[in-house]
Structures are given as C-alpha cells and as structure tokens.
C-alpha cells in the first residue's frame, strides 16, 4: 500500500508540473503586471497640448474615476482603441491623456484625423513620467479614482471585452466607496 | 582579412560611441554603470539587457540609470527606483522573497524528492 503511493507519486508530481507549464504556454510575457496599482499617481506637471502655457498635473484628474490613456501619433495600435475611447467619452467617462515622446504638431494633426475623446492631453516629451508610471509600450490605459490613486493598468488596445471584463467591475466597486 | 579589420573597427567605434555617449568620472562609475545594464532587462525586447537594446523606452532608461549613476547613487538606490516603477521583472536575477521561493529552491527540493521516491521504492524492493 505504501509502496504503491511512491510509485504512483512521480506520476502525480508530473502530471502537476504537465498543468503547471501548460498553463504557462498560454500566457502572455508581454503582459506585466502594474506595480503602480494601489500607488497614488505619481507627481507630474506636464504642458497642455492645446495651450502649453497650463499644466496637466495630479489635481486635475481629482474628485471623480477617471481614466489617463497613454498615447502617441507613432503608434500605430492606438488609433484602434480610438473609436471605443470616443464612445466612452460620449457616455461621460472623464478620460485624460498623456501624450508619450510625441511631437505636438503631428499629435494635434493626429487628433484632427482620429478624433479626440480626451478632457485634457499632457504632454510627456521626455517620458520621465511614463517611466514614473512604469508605462512600458502604447496604447497603456489606467484606472483613476477620486482620490487620484491608480487602480488598474490596461497594456495595449482598450476594447469593449476588456472594458466589460476589466474595468466595470472595478469602476463599479469604486462608486460604491466615499 | 579585411573582415577581420572591419570586424575589430565595428567593435573598436561601438565602444568609443558607448563612452563618448555616456561620460562618466571615475572608472568606478563607468563599471557600475556598465554592470548594471547587463543586469536590467529592456522591457520591450524582454530577452535583450539594456545594454543591448535600441527600443526607446530602453534607451531612456539607459540615460535615467546614467543620470543617477553620476549622481553617486548607489546600486541598490537605483534598483529600488527601477523595480517600484517596473517590478521585479525588470531585474534578469529575481531577488529571493515568498514569491520566487518556488524558483529558487524548486530545483532542489525536486531533486530531494526524487532521492526519497527512490529510496522509498527501489532500495525498498532489494531488500525485500
């Protein structure tokens, strides 16, 4: 009886590692998790793009669950979030932007053609602050609440299925607190 | 032969190129600056160190590591400020805690359970 147990033991470990690994094949590596989630934002003063006289800073995203997108005109996948981003906007979603190692003018070309779904747009030309906010690749969207504390970090296109998965759930146990 | 000059001149102006981009006081600075590119993974091209990489957000980090190298930051400073923005997973050897036990003693403890079957079962049946 005891024998039989560890002969049949090696069986068991593999088939454990087998689930184990297989497991493994089928995430992404691209996808790392946020070390930023549950962090305030971190400090940022970044010219406006309409009027780089103003700042974007922490403040202006306070008193309400927003949401701050990074994006470029370079990157290619973020007019694909585009559409989705503007419908959200539509239904009174406050999504802010944070333009990442762009340059201003063809940003603005950018918007004219894509359409801008943003309150404000930041302009991070150095992308010190992305590195701030561990930003590692555009489109990069995070989960803002009303105290301006990171609650969730999307990498790569926003879409309806992420949105519904992701972040509803969220945003709805977030209306629920003070 | 002329593969072999224009091999040695490849290498001979990618490091006058390093230095001339990265200046730096001591030669102490420039091997903790050099060493800890090798240690830092471009999260772009995860299998590349940031030594290696031309993504842009590795070049960036390479002139962050830089800046905070000729500040006289120490190695541990700007490992702390890299991981609380990018994770462990920016670092090629993952620091030992709670969540990588399994990575670090994994092999080991495999191994000794292996020796514990066998004895169990092989060396249990010669005697029998």
Not at chain 2, 84 to 111: C, E, H, M, Q, S
Request: contains cysteine; aromatic residues 12%.
């Amino acid at each position: 009886m005891k024998l039989t147990f560890w002969r049949l033991l090696p069986v068991i470990v593999f088939a454990f590692l087998v689930v184990f690994f297989w497991r493994g094949l089928s995430l992404d590596p691209q996808k790392l998790p946020s070390v930023q989630v549950g962090q305030p934002l971190p400090e940022f003063k970044l010219p406006i793009l309409k009027d780089q006289t103003k700042n974007l800073t922490p403040a202006n995203l306070r008193g309400k669950i927003s949401l701050l997108n990074v994006w470029a005109s370079w990157c290619s996948a973020c007019i694909e979030e585009q559409v989705f981003l503007i419908q959200l906007a539509q239904q009174g979603m406050p999504i802010y932007g944070l333009n990442y190692k762009d340059d201003s003018a063809k940003a603005a070309q950018w918007l004219v053609q894509w359409g801008n779904p943003y309150r404000l747009i930041g302009t991070d030309k150095t992308g010190k602050v992305a590195i701030d906010l561990g930003v590692y690749g555009a489109p990069e969207t995070f989960l803002i609440d009303k105290h301006g504390i990171i609650r969730f970090r999307h990498v790569g296109v926003l879409d309806e299925k992420s949105w519904t998965q992701d972040f509803i759930p969220q945003i709805e146990s977030l209306q629920g607190q003070p | 032969m002329r593969l072999l000059l224009l091999s040695f001149l490849l290498i001979v102006t990618s490091f006058s190129y390093a230095n001339s981009r990265y200046p730096l006081d001591t030669p102490r600075q420039e091997a903790q600056f050099s060493h800890l590119l090798k240690e830092l993974r471009c999260l772009v091209c995860q299998n590349q160190d940031l030594a290696d990489s031309n993504a842009g957000l590795a070049n960036d980090l390479r002139d962050q590591v830089y800046d905070m190298v000729k500040e006289g930051k120490s190695d541990n400073e700007i490992i702390n400020y890299l991981t609380a923005r990018y994770g462990d997973f920016i670092l090629f050897n993952p620091p030992v805690k709670a969540l990588t036990a399994l990575l670090w003693f994994g092999p080991a403890l495999f191994l000794l359970l292996g020796f514990i079957i066998f004895w169990r079962t092989c060396l249990k049946r010669t005697i029998i």
